[in-house]
Structures are given as C-alpha cells and as structure tokens.
C-alpha cells in the first residue's frame, strides 16, 4: 500500500518539501521553499493544505527562512523568529494547528540559550518534532477509530482528511488505512467538495494510490446515496474543535451531518488534540475564513458565473457538537457531552 508523503525536510534538510496539491490529480509535482514568502505562498494559495500539514510546513517553513538570521545576535535572532511565526501564523485564521505550532517554535526560541546559531538548532529540532508527532499521533488516531471500519464499511468522507493533509497517514482516513492494512474491504466515498475539489483531486487521487476503492460523487448528492443505504458511517476531520465539541470543518460539512442524523448515520470527527482549542467556547467564536469570490466565478480558470456577481464563499462551516457521534482523537475516542477544559484535560465521558 503506498501512501503518499505531503509535507517534509527536504533530502538536504535545508528546505521545506511539499507535494504542490494545486497541481493534483493531473501531476504530481514536488516543491522544495526556501524563503518565507515562498513558504507563507503555499500556505496561502493551498499548495500544502490541511490543518496538521500547515501546522508542520509553518514550522519547518520557520525554520529554513530563519537560516539566513543565524549570524545575527540572539536579541535580532528573536525578534526576527517573532516577526516571522506572527505573518505565518496569520494566513489562515480558522486551523488552530497553525497558530499552536507557530506558539510551540516561539516557546523553544525564547526559552534557548546562546546565539542565533543555538536557537536555530532548537527550532530545528522542535519542528523535527513536530513532524515526528504528526506522524505518530496520525497512527493512534487510525487505532483508536478502527473499531468503527468494519469488514466492508462504506465510508463517507468530504475534503481531504488523509495523507494529503497532515505528516502521516491523515486523520479521517487514518482508520481506513489501517482497516485495509488489515485486509478488510473498505468502499470510500469522497465528496468532491465545492469549490475546490479537494475531495475529488485529493482524497480520490490518494486513495487510488494506496489501492483503496474510492468513488467519487457531487456534494449535493450524498443525501441520496445515504438514502438509498449506500453508507454506513460519515468521517470527517476538523480545522479547530471548539470547548464543547463544535467542530469547524471544510465547508459542506454541516448538511453532511444533518444528513446523517436525518438517516441514523454515525458521524464521527477525526481529528489531532491539538485542533481542540479549549479557549474557544464553542462553534460561534471560530473565526471563519473567507475567500476569494474567483474561486466561485471562475475556479480552475472556467468561467462559472457573472464578473460581477456577489459571491458567498467561506472556507468552513461549523458542525454543531449535538450532531457529532463521537470525536476520534489520539487521546481516545470522546463522545457527548463534550466538555473539552484545560491543556490535557477532557471533562466527557471517553470510550
């Protein structure tokens, strides 16, 4: 089975390596960022997506645009580390893995002794970490949700949850990966997720690559297939998980879980503990991303609607926590009431 790798160090380990998912599914192409404008582009123009994986590119991006300041006094080594880690942090508001990783950097360079040169060396070997525990925590979240892919499960998904989006082998569809490492038959349905398309570019094409029968059908239909009994449980991941339990998600996630409740489908959120943001109180203080009206108008360069016509295009939606089966995490597997309180702490009932 091979799953793809999305973010990385490159083979020198002086760049940041991402497989550029613009360019998905017609070629695969990697990229090696040396700068942080090339770094805060990617981020920005979604050529590396996915919470954990911006989360990882920030810190490794961090790091190799930091290379050029290592001559500098600890005192300009500092203020530079904060000049920077504040703009990545910045570019995506909505995925709490951005800010918390940027967070994590600053701690280390702050908290480092000697000049520009120690510090570096630390950050080094923090966003290594950060990685190395993507990775890990990736895998505990496939064991702890295998339980919920059985033997011929056919699973929902929208967006990309998998490889594509973190270090490893992704959040929502960590438990597939495992439930076909163990030899069960697993039918996936990805969304295509509008507008786009991380479903059908992304999850189909990764899926694909690690042999996994993957279908791929318009958001507005996945009603009907629940309907007609085609599915058997809803997974998804998440960009910031709120105290209690709301989940903001790639948008079109919430008519998926009104869906599922509808039909008596499970629907469960994957996703790592760093995406629950305890100082977010719920759904309604997630700040929502909003983007460029030409993604609607005239996305992937054809023209889909007026010049001139007002666009509605918010990155996320929010999935209220009431809707939510259980929420998969490398901690465990949490489920209702969700009273998520504390750094480490989880005040609901965990299986």
Known sequence: ????????????????????????????????????????????????????????????????????????????????VSRMSTRIAALRPTAVNLPWAMERMRNVARCTAGDGHAVLDALRREATAILDEDRAMCRRIGENGLAFIG????????????????????????????????????????????PLLQGSRLTAWELLQAGIRVTVLADSMAASLMRERMVDLVIVGADRIAANGDAANKIGTYPLALAARHHG????????????????????????????????RAGFGSVTAP????????????????????????????????????????AATQE
């Open 1 to 80: 089975m091979t799953i793809v790798e999305a973010v990385r160090w490159s083979a020198a380990g002086d760049a940041l390596d991402i497989i550029d998912q613009r360019r998905l599914p017609a070629e695969l192409v990697r990229r090696e960022l040396r700068s942080l404008d090339d770094v805060c582009d990617a981020i920005l123009t979604l050529s590396v997506r996915g919470a954990p994986a911006i989360g990882i590119a920030g810190a490794i991006g961090l790091v190799v645009a930091l290379q050029s300041h290592a001559g500098a006094t600890r005192e300009e080594f500092l203020t530079a």
């Open 151 to 194: 033997q011929g499960a056919r699973v929902l998904t929208h967006c990309n949850a998998g490889a594509l989006a973190t270090g490893g082998i992704g959040t929502a569809l960590a438990p597939v990966y495992l439930a076909a490492e163990r030899g069960r038959d697993i039918h996936v349905f990805a969304d295509e997720t509008r």
């Open 265 to 296: 489908i499970p629907f469960f959120v994957a996703a790592p503990w760093s995406t629950v943001d305890v100082s977010t109180r719920s759904g309604n203080d997630i700040v929502i991303e909003h983007r460029h009206a030409d993604e609607l």
């Open 307 to 346: 010049a001139n016509v007002n666009v509605y295009n918010p990155a996320f939606d929010i999935t209220p926590a009431d809707l939510i089966t259980a929420i998969i995490t490398d901690r465990g597997v949490h489920i209702p009431p969700f009273a998520f309180v504390g750094d480490g702490h989880l």
